[in-house]
């Protein structure tokens, strides 16, 4: 424990806690178990400490939607290129999104060949820059989940307290429980899913309820290390046996069931809910979230109108099916030949948090 009272990482990489663990899942795991992860922070630690290897080979992982960069469609990119080649517009976004290939090309190329293209860390960092760059019109890039949606509330909240006219939002924020409907109505063969853990520090556990209550689907909300996810897995094997599909907390140290009142609080003042479109999945009802009325003098689409020609996903690339838990990197013939993360070909190659990009570093 350190002054703080933050108990150190190790207690939650102990070695023997961990070997207890996986003797108890092993006797307990009594039949095929099939669970999917929709988080790319749980996909990346998963495979960063060798879970798959450690489990009896009766319990399959499936990776789910849970990269924002991998599910933000290839027609966001083109909008936003669109953008970036008008005079005096400047794009911000956050790193990762500006690899993502869109139709034709990707941000980094755009920027290579001399667009003004800056990546920040937030959406109040590109508050900034529209603050600083009053002759320019700056076109914030926002994406993400129930986690990143309330900081950009709070940055649209603050331009328009702050009366910064020359900003704007090019958003694709998404919430995840309707893409984990949609995913059960697609047939995935599943018993639960490892619930993402910073998502139900905003949302709660209240968010995920219907799935154990209206598809009998047993639910896990974890964290990130070790034991949190062998911890996971083991409750959920036993849920399975007891045909008691339950949401339960894991990691119960950051999720409550009511989540993070503030944060919601803030998306709500900000957005409403829309249907939205998910690389993969296509249109998924109430899954995104739009500006309300009050604010639409910083929507960018409704600002500056822009029109792109149908989108051309490159045939070869098998992300969406990954994506919806029907695939695994393994199967795309471009994995680790053609596709890497050096010279990536689909979006789930992209981020850290991508299936495709964690297989590759794991995997060898
Ligand atoms: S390996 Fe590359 S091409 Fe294949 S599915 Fe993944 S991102 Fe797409």
Not at 319 to 335: A, H, M, N, Q, V
Request: hydrophobic residues 40%.
């Amino acid at each position: 424990m350190n002054e703080a009272g933050i108990k150190y990482i190790d207690e939650f990489r102990d070695k023997t806690l961990i070997r207890i663990l996986l003797e108890r899942i092993r006797q307990t795991a009594t039949r095929e178990y099939s669970f999917m992860e929709v988080c790319g922070g749980h996909t990346a630690a998963i495979h960063r400490f060798g879970i798959p290897s450690l489990l009896p080979s009766n319990i399959k992982l499936l990776s789910g939607p849970g990269c924002p960069v991998c599910v933000t469609p290839a027609e966001f990119i083109d909008k936003a290129i669109v953008y970036s080649g008008r005079k005096n517009f400047i794009i911000t976004t956050f790193g990762d999104l500006i690899r993502v290939p869109g139709s034709v090309s990707s941000l980094e190329r755009e920027k290579a060949a001399g667009a003004d293209i800056r990546i920040v860390f937030s959406g109040l960092e590109a508050l900034e820059t529209a603050a600083g760059n009053p002759g320019s019109e700056v076109i914030f890039l926002g994406i993400g989940f129930e986690t990143t949606a309330p900081g950009t509330a709070v940055t649209i909240k603050q331009a328009g307290k702050r009366g910064i006219n020359n900003f704007s939002l090019l958003g694709s924020h998404k919430v995840m429980p309707p893409a984990m409907e949609a995913i059960i109505k697609d047939g995935v063969n599943l018993d639960g899913f490892i619930c993402p853990g910073h998502v139900a520090t905003i949302t709660g556990s209240s968010a995920f309820e219907f799935i154990p209550r209206d598809y009998g689907l047993s639910c896990v909300i974890t964290g990130f290390e070790p034991l949190d996810l062998l911890q996971a897995i083991f409750m959920l094997v036993q849920q399975v046996n007891r045909h008691m599909p339950l949401i339960e907390i894991q990691y119960r140290r950051a999720v409550k069931r009511e989540g993070n009142i503030l944060a919601r609080d803030q998306i709500s003042q900000v957005f409403g809910g829309c249907d939205a479109f998910w690389r993969g999945f296509g249109l998924i009802p109430r899954s995104g979230l739009q500006l309300q009325n009050e604010f639409e003098q910083f929507d960018a689409e409704k600002r500056f109108p822009v029109k792109v020609e149908k989108v051309r996903e490159n045939k070869s690339c098998i992300c969406g099916e990954i994506l919806r838990g029907l695939k695994i990197p393994s199967d795309c013939r471009l994995f680790s030949g053609s596709c890497t993360p050096g010279h990536p070909v689909g979006a789930c190659m992209v981020s850290e948090e991508g299936a495709c990009n964690t297989y590759y570093r794991y995997s060898k």
